[in-house]
């Protein structure tokens, strides 16, 4: 068996060996070559201690990432590379992090404290592989076993509880029964977990291929962290346009959609508000009047507690409150959207809602809408038509020359321009914007 490995992973491998160490790659880049996918990054391990890997790559710019742990960071040819030194994990006490790390010269004890088997293999161009927990078999079998005793693992990190849904969803591996129940038991330990790792885990769960599986076997897994969930679990919206419940028309939405971070948690929450905002008419139909707002209120909540970044935030919630808001595939209200969300917001609005209809009863028609809508904003965005105010064809100064004076005046004014060419009752002609600029100051 032979992996590929990039130039610039070996030339830091070789670095290390020829100041004496040993070092392998480790963890998801021998997992995913073997898989023939593409590893993300190439993890290398080493007997070097931190200070001596630093010294091993004099020259190289060297980050310490997490000394404490033993890794460091070295910067090889433009490309990261994480170098950890073997280690023992101490006691846990917390289902967190290890209370202290104990650094090692045996490769196989680094591989016991890994999370799962087809996570627990390291490979060196010459030695070969070195697979003490038949990390190979399962990758071959597509089975995801934690390495030794999994009520234990958890009990240690609860995190890897969130890894083995993550691992799941993304390679689509099912859960070996002994893990499975592991996880079960421990899930109440997710608690201890910060907001950092949980996200980190999270976002990856919902860009998996197998998310839809995921999402529904181990919805009380994720309720753990996230019991603004649960609510929609089961919830029959007694609603023609649904035949699933809230959860089921969450999960199949999110899977329906592109795999994009900020769509599919948009997905994940823009019904969040539907248990709380549920009325039955006379006739008996569900309705959810106002759901949206609650549903970013949720999303709010949760991803500040997760640590998501502001710029996340804001674009997340954007496109939770706008979700239910109709599209019409015309120029005029297609630029409206995109001076209010951007052309990178708009079409993930438009995306969110494909994703949103298709996991309903009425699927095909709304879907043509978002389409003919798709076509309008390419032809807006290739004719550079304009939507926003640094696109008109006259700016503050334009309007100073006039004689309005600097100030609030302006930006009105500029915002009255803007609003009638997007509208299309004025033309964005320099001549034509003064003209109407003046109208609109006397006026
Ligand atoms: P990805 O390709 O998504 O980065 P990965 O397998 O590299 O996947 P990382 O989270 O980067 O995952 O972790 C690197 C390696 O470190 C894992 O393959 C695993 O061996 C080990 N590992 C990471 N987190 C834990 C943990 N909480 N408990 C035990 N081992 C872990
Ligand atoms: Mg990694």
Same mark, same amino acid.
């Given at each position: ?31 995913? =070559? ?73 490769? &196989?004890?680094?591989? @016991? ?22 990390? @190979? ?17 958890? /009990?240690?990190?609860?995190?890897? %509880? ?46 998996? /291929? ?46 329906? =959609? %592109? ?14 508000? @539907? ?11 569900? &309705? ?15 991803? &500040? ?47 969110? /809602? ?64 803007? =609003? ?24």
């Amino acid at each position: 068996m032979n992996i590929k490995i990039p130039e610039y992973a070996m030339r830091a491998l070789r670095v290390l060996e020829s100041a004496g160490f040993s070092a392998y790659f480790v963890g998801g880049c021998v997992r995913d =070559s073997l898989l023939g996918t593409l590893p993300a990054d190439w993890d290398i391990a080493t007997n070097a201690l931190p200070e001596q890997v630093k010294t091993a790559f004099r020259g190289y710019t060297v980050v310490d990432t997490g000394l404490k742990h033993g890794t460091v960071t070295v910067v090889s040819d433009y490309h990261n590379l994480e170098i950890t030194t073997y280690r023992i994990d101490g006691d846990y006490s917390d289902a967190r992090r290890p209370d202290s790390v104990i650094f090692t010269t045996d490769l &196989h004890e680094d591989l @016991k404290r890994r999370d799962f088997t087809v996570n627990a293999m390291a490979y060196h161009p010459e030695q070969g592989l070195v697979d003490d927990w038949g990390g @190979k078999r399962d990758l071959k079998d597509k089975v995801l076993r934690c390495v030794g005793d999994p009520e234990q693992r958890f /009990k240690e990190d609860a995190l890897r %509880i969130l890894r083995a849904l993550r691992f799941g969803a993304v390679l689509g591996f099912t859960i070996e029964p002994k893990t499975e129940a592991a996880l079960r038991q421990k899930r109440a330990l997710l608690m201890n977990i910060s907001g950092e790792r949980i996200r980190e885990e999270l976002v990856k769960l919902l860009c998996g /291929k197998n998310v839809q599986q995921i999402l529904l076997t181990y919805r009380s897994i994720l309720g753990e962290v996230l019991p603004e969930i649960r609510p929609a679990f089961d919830f029959d919206q007694k609603n023609p346009h649904h035949y699933l419940t809230v959860w089921e028309h969450t999960v199949q939405a999110i899977a329906g =959609s %592109i795999p994009s971070i900020r769509v599919r948690l948009a997905l994940l929450f823009h019904d969040l508000g @539907k248990p709380a905002s549920f009325s039955v008419d006379e006739k008996g139909i569900g &309705h959810f009047y106002g759901h949206p707002e609650l549903s970013e209120q949720a999303a709010r909540e949760i991803m &500040h507690r997760l640590r998501f970044d502001n710029a996340t935030i804001d674009r997340v919630t954007a496109l939770v409150r706008y979700h239910d808001y109709d599209v019409v595939p015309q120029s005029k209200s297609v630029k409206r959207w995109l001076n209010r969300l951007g052309e990178e917001g708009f079409r993930e609005l438009l995306a969110v /809602k494909a994703a949103d209809r298709s996991a309903t009863t009425h699927k095909y028609e709304n879907l043509s809408v978002i389409q003919l809508t798709e076509n309008i904003l390419d032809e807006v965005i290739a004719q550079k038509q304009c939507f926003t105010r640094e696109q008109l064809n006259i700016n503050g100064s334009d309007l100073m020359d006039l004689g309005i004076p600097q100030g609030k005046e302006i930006g009105r004014i500029l915002d009255e321009l803007l =609003s009638l060419v997007i509208d299309e009752k004025l033309p964005n002609q320099p001549a034509l914007l003064k003209k109407r600029a003046a109208a609109l100051w006397r006026g």
